[in-house]
């Protein structure tokens, strides 16, 4: 039996009272609420909207602490999936190719002068490549609508992780200032050869692959 117009409102005002800031998660309990609610009312219940609401989240969720633990759950089954996805991605693209891809990279590195110029063009690079994966998360999240006062749990958590390289980038970064004070080494002087920037490159590169295959896989994107 379908629910009114007022006491569809009810219901979504209702709603605002669990902290459920995820819009997939909000989606999925409303949604179940709503279904459960057309069914009493089917068989007959017609008491009052608020009623008959608390009759179906106490039975189907077990009240508010239900819903709040419900919310825990999903979000924490959601992140260990996306841990889980990024690591076979991870796995698929060191491959055998992959790997002749770190020895050229490697080679090349061993060629390249050990100097202040070096080391400025390679810092510049591996920052572009942390940032890459990061714009192209959002802009192929921009498909996902959520409603005032939301998030989605999938744009938070796959942005999440594309983040990670700018991150490890700052930590490179502040580790070479770090053995630059301890050594009173001075600006003009490189602390990393080139040859450990090419390792970078390389992982930098197939962890931003592995985000770029993420998006495709959570946003749904074809191709």
Request: proline share 3%.
């Amino acid at each position: 039996m379908a629910l009114t117009a007022n006491e569809l409102e009810w219901i979504s005002k209702r709603m605002d009272w669990y902290d459920i800031k995820y819009q997939e998660i909000y989606n999925e309990i409303s949604d179940h609420i709503l279904t459960a609610i057309e069914n009493v009312r089917r068989e007959g219940d017609q008491r009052p909207i608020d009623i008959v609401f608390q009759g179906v989240v106490d039975n189907h969720f077990g009240g508010y602490m239900g819903i709040e633990e419900i919310v825990k759950t999903t979000e924490k089954a959601y992140r260990g999936k996306i841990e889980k996805t990024i690591r076979a991605n991870y796995s698929y693209y060191t491959n055998r190719q992959k790997a002749i891809l770190l020895f050229v990279l490697t080679v090349i590195g061993f060629y390249l002068p050990y100097n202040k110029t070096t080391a400025i063009i390679m810092t510049i690079g591996l920052l572009l490549i942390a940032i890459v994966p990061v714009i192209y998360a959002y802009v192929q999240s921009r498909t996902i609508k959520t409603d005032k006062g939301k998030r989605s749990m999938v744009k938070s958590h796959v942005i999440g992780r594309a983040f990670l390289l700018i991150i490890f980038f700052n930590g490179i970064v502040n580790t070479a200032n770090f053995i630059a004070r301890e050594l009173n080494w001075t600006f003009m002087r490189p602390i990393f050869p080139p040859v450990v920037y090419m390792i970078f490159y390389f992982l930098f590169i197939i962890y931003g692959l592995s985000i770029v295959q993420l998006c495709k896989q959570e946003f749904k994107i074809a191709g």
